[in-house]
Structures are given as C-alpha cells and as structure tokens.
T-cell receptor, first 112, second 113 residues
C-alpha cells in the first residue's frame, strides 16, 4: 500500500478563519509525515513535519495532528491570511525504504 | 536555507531524443531524489539514490530512465529515448540522512514534442 489520500482537493476559506486538510495513508511502516507548500511555478517547501513518536506539533499558526491507529494525519492553519493561498501536499515516508509518497494536493484559497 | 540547484530550468526536445537533467544537491547531503509533477497534479516519486546506488524506484521510473552521480558531481536523470508523456516538471531533492528534511530544487520544465 503506497497511496496517500488527501482531502479536500480545493479549499476556500475567509481570511482569518481556519483551514483543515486531511490525509490518510496505507503503509503502516510510515513513520515520518512532512507537509509541503507549493506556490505556482515554485518548488515545494517544507512547512512542518511530524514523526510517529508524536501526536501533535505546532509551529506558530500551523498545527499537525497524527493518529497512527487510524493512519490519518492533518494540517490545520489557524487565522489564515492571503499569503497562505497555495497548493499544499502531505506526504508519508517509511524509514526502511526512505521513499516519500505524496498526497494528491489541496489548493487552498484564502478569500479577503 | 540550504539550496538545491537544477540545470536547465527549461528544456524542449523532440520525441525520441535523449535528455539529461542535472541536479546540484546540498553539499553535505547524502540522499538524492527525483520527482515528476505534471501541471497542477501531485508530486510523484521516481527514484532515490544513496552511496552510488538506486535504493528504491517507482513504477514511473521506466527502463528509459537512469540516474547517476559520477564522482560527486551533478546528480543526473537521463531519459533515453524520451516520449511525449515524459513532459512534466522534474524536481530533484536531497536530504542529509534518513527522513531528514528533503530540500527541493526549483525544477526543470521538460517539454517533449
């Protein structure tokens, strides 16, 4: 199982509200979960990550949650700003193969 | 932060020709990766490379693809021969070790005519 499902594919929120993106994975050996932000025409940039020994991590307005039993993890952006508009990709990695499988992406639009 | 460079930024070639995409990874990194992204779609893993060897490759890494890093120079992806469906943006990434942060290059936009 190498799929990483990511929902929603498109997310529109009002500026100042929160945005949530959910991912699920199949490979139970996955133990590292990075999140990337990609602006149009740019390369993906890591914004936050979580390892399997944690359930929650927060960096400023970004919160990631990990539920290993359910094989689900999520990104929450609190107090969204127009600059948060971009594509967001979750990913899951297995230390045995060192291979990263990306989710299908979420296009976030923060409306003024 | 650490920078990964990719050369060229754009490449247009005719179907059937060979192309080599070059990646200059972060200087002390040991793990190297290639990903393929078709416009607006997800990043798809192609291959990872460590200590002169391919560690893992996906179904997208066709027989026409090869990677190498001769003498610690560029990490290259060669496609020979190219096909129309190879048109995409190819991102190189490098990391310092197992599951360390992967830093992505700016991508090479390949168009096969």
């Amino acid at each position: 199982g190498e799929q990483v499902e990511q929902l929603p594919s498109i997310l529109r929120v009002q500026e100042g509200s929160s945005a949530s993106i959910n991912c699920s994975y199949e490979d139970s050996a996955s133990n590292y979960f990075p999140w990337y932000k990609q602006e149009p025409g740019e390369n993906p940039k890591l914004i936050i990550d979580i390892r399997s020994n944690m359930e929650r991590k927060q960096i400023q307005e970004l919160i990631v949650l990990l539920d290993k039993k359910a094989k689900r993890f999520s990104l929450h952006i609190t107090d969204t700003q127009p600059g948060d508009s971009a594509m967001y990709f979750c990913a899951a990695s297995d230390s045995n193969t060192n291979k990263v499988v990306f989710g299908t992406g979420t296009r976030l639009q923060v409306l003024p | 932060g650490p920078k990964v460079l990719q050369i060229p930024s754009h490449q247009i070639i005719d179907m059937g020709q060979m192309v080599t995409l070059n990646c200059d990874p972060v200087s002390n990194h040991l793990y190297f990766y290639w990903y393929k992204q078709i416009l607006g779609q997800q990043m798809e893993f192609l291959v990872n490379f460590y200590n002169g060897k391919v560690m893992e490759k996906s179904k997208l890494f066709k027989d026409q693809f090869s990677v190498e890093r001769p003498d610690g120079s560029y990490f290259t992806l060669k496609i020979q021969p190219t096909a129309l469906e190879d048109s995409a943006v190819y991102f190189c990434a490098s990391s310092g070790g197992d599951q360390d942060t992967q830093y992505f290059g700016p991508g090479t936009r390949l168009l096969v005519l």
